[in-house]
């Protein structure tokens, strides 16, 4: 890793602890940053309680921007469908990555969105989200899976959409990736599109009609670097920051 190693800040999720007198602990995956700097980037973590005043310096000091997995948007963020699946929200966290998503649109700058992270993206900008599949939508296949420890992800095929940046990203027509979600991108933000599609109908990534690299996965390809094809989305994402610098 070089010096021009471009700079992606890692926006932290938070553990959910019922003790409210213990300290809650910022934290991220290390297939997150793995996955960045086998590309050559170097990635730093962010913690959501920054002060909003200092957003500013999200895009003065890095390079790109990373949107990780973690619990449900409220859903008074898109006056969605209550459920009883629906985790406990998160307001600070919904608050500072929907003001990171704005902000990075206004300025074109690479931001790349994981499960959590691509619903953000589509909420920060207009759209809404389905908030239970299973309950919400006719005949779909299931899309949140809990392996034992040990066991392989259970994997299913989404279909990308031809024309789409992520179709040309991947160089292919279908993939098979993981799927750990019960809660999927509705009505899809103006200026955005539909990039993959499980067979059920579920949209399973999106991505900007109008800038650079604006990207969601509803899958989590920092869990498949094995896989040659799940390398390419981070290669592109970094390449995208590197041209940022």
């Not at 931001?111 to 006719?138: F, K, Y």
């Not at 420890?149 to 789409?164: A, D, F, I, R, S």
């Not at 993959?196 to 800038?211: C, F, K, L, Q, V």
């Not at 990207?215 to 390419?232: A, S």
Request: charged letters at 20%.
């Amino acid at each position: 890793m070089s010096n021009s190693a471009p700079k992606i800040a890692i926006i932290c999720g938070q553990d959910v602890d019922s003790n409210p007198a213990k300290a809650r602990v910022h934290e991220t995956s290390e297939n997150y940053t793995a996955a960045l700097t086998k590309q050559g980037a170097l990635p730093f973590l962010i913690p959501i309680d920054f002060p909003l005043s200092s957003l500013d310096l999200i895009f003065k000091l890095f390079d790109g921007v990373m949107l990780i997995g973690g619990d449900d948007v409220a859903i008074d963020r898109f006056n969605g469908k209550p459920h009883e699946s629906i985790s406990a929200p998160n307001y600070l966290r919904d608050e500072i990555e929907i003001q990171v998503v704005q902000e990075a649109a206004r300025r074109d700058f690479p931001l790349m969105g994981i499960c959590r992270g691509e619903q953000v993206i589509n909420v920060a900008m207009g759209g809404d989200l389905i908030t239970d599949i299973p309950s919400q939508w006719e005949n779909p296949l299931t899309h949140r899976y809990h392996p034992e420890p040990g066991q392989p992800e259970t994997l299913h095929k989404v279909g990308l959409v031809p024309g789409t940046k992520v179709q040309s990203i991947y160089g292919s027509q279908a993939l098979e990736v993981n799927s750990h979600h019960h809660q999927a991108v509705g009505q899809i933000a103006a200026g955005f599109q539909a990039a993959a599609y499980t067979d059920d109908g579920i949209i399973e990534a999106i991505e900007s009609e109008n800038h650079s690299f604006l990207i969601g996965t509803q899958w989590h390809p920092e869990r498949m670097q094995q896989d040659p094809l799940q390398q390419r989305l981070f290669k592109s994402f970094v390449d995208a920051c590197r041209r940022k610098k």
